[in-house]
């Protein structure tokens, strides 16, 4: 394998450390044990990139603790010389395996020729928050995986800084979660299982304003008349912010979005009934992006006017 220390590939489908990483598929072998699995190229270029990131700043060992071990095949290795060598250069173990095995570990039909063993990513809420971000997504009873991945991947590309699951969320390191944040996971301050009514007075005193997105309230407030008011540096978007989003089915109780500082909902200009979650998240979360981004662009244009 190039650029992969020797060794024998492992080729016992059967043997107890492919079924103790095929089991991390499922919570309870992963709570057990800390870890979880990132399978694709994908997924583990950008946990091996975070590993050394982590080893740049806090030591030798820092990203052998966030990746465990990669495992891939000689096909896998010899596609992606990029993630083995930068496995290697963060001092992440690589091991070879057959394709059999590599098939045996994965949750997938097709992982690629590679797959990263990962310590779980969530971590408390100050820690999240510190230092504070301008933007943060916070689900609220998401239960679907791929939904909570995509939004994951949408608030990443958006600029957000964290992403909070309230309690009875989906599991972030569910395998299909993993893979719908196309590696997302690793670039985000990401926490689990929070109280609502906790996590909000977290955001606040941060200095981020609450934004429930509501579609179906009629009082709410309309996301196209925030953008103008952003436009003029004033108004909910100008600022930090957290956006709240509910259930798929069910959106928001009453009593989440009265922990909101206001709630929003997007327009819709066309004949569709609704947006599904996670195209809605993204349409706020570069809602709120833009409206920062305007927001700095007055405020530089202003002080070179007066300068």
Not at 150 to 159: E, H, P, S
Request: hydrophobic fraction near 50%.
């Amino acid at each position: 394998m190039p650029g992969v220390p020797g060794g024998d590939a492992l080729s016992n489908p059967r043997s107890e450390r492919v079924r103790a990483v095929r089991a991390l598929a499922g919570r309870s072998a992963r709570l057990r044990s800390g870890t979880f699995l990132a399978e694709g190229p994908q997924a583990v270029r950008e946990a091996v990139l975070e590993a050394a990131r982590l080893r740049a700043g806090g030591g030798a060992d820092a990203g052998a603790a966030l990746v465990r071990c990669v495992y891939a095949t000689d096909d896998g290795a010899s596609r992606h010389r990029d993630v083995i060598g930068a496995a290697l250069a963060a001092g992440v173990p690589v091991r070879r395996c057959t394709e059999e095995v590599l098939a045996a570990m994965a949750d997938t039909l097709t992982p690629q020729g590679l797959l990263a063993v990962c310590a779980l990513v969530s971590r408390p809420l100050p820690d999240a928050l510190s230092p504070a971000p301008a933007l943060v997504a916070v689900l609220s009873q998401v239960r679907d995986p791929g939904n909570a991945g995509t939004v994951l991947r949408a608030a990443d590309a958006a600029g957000a800084g964290a992403v909070v699951l309230t309690r009875g969320s989906v599991d972030v390191h569910n395998p299909k979660c993993v893979r719908s944040t196309a590696g997302s996971l690793f670039h985000l301050g990401v926490v689990e299982d929070a109280d609502p009514a906790a996590a909000v007075a977290a955001l606040r005193a941060a200095g981020l304003v609450v934004l429930a997105a509501d579609g179906g309230d009629p009082a709410a407030l309309d996301l196209d008349d925030l953008l103008d008011d952003a436009s003029a540096g004033r108004g909910p978007l100008a600022g930090p912010a957290a956006w709240v989003f509910g259930n798929e089915a069910h959106g928001l109780a009453e009593d989440e979005r009265a922990l909101a500082d206001a709630v929003v909902r997007v327009p819709l200009h066309g004949r569709a009934e609704s947006l599904n979650l996670a195209t809605a998240a993204a349409v706020c979360l570069y809602a709120s992006a833009r409206g920062q981004r305007r927001r700095g662009a007055a405020t530089a244009a202003a002080a070179g006017s007066s300068a």
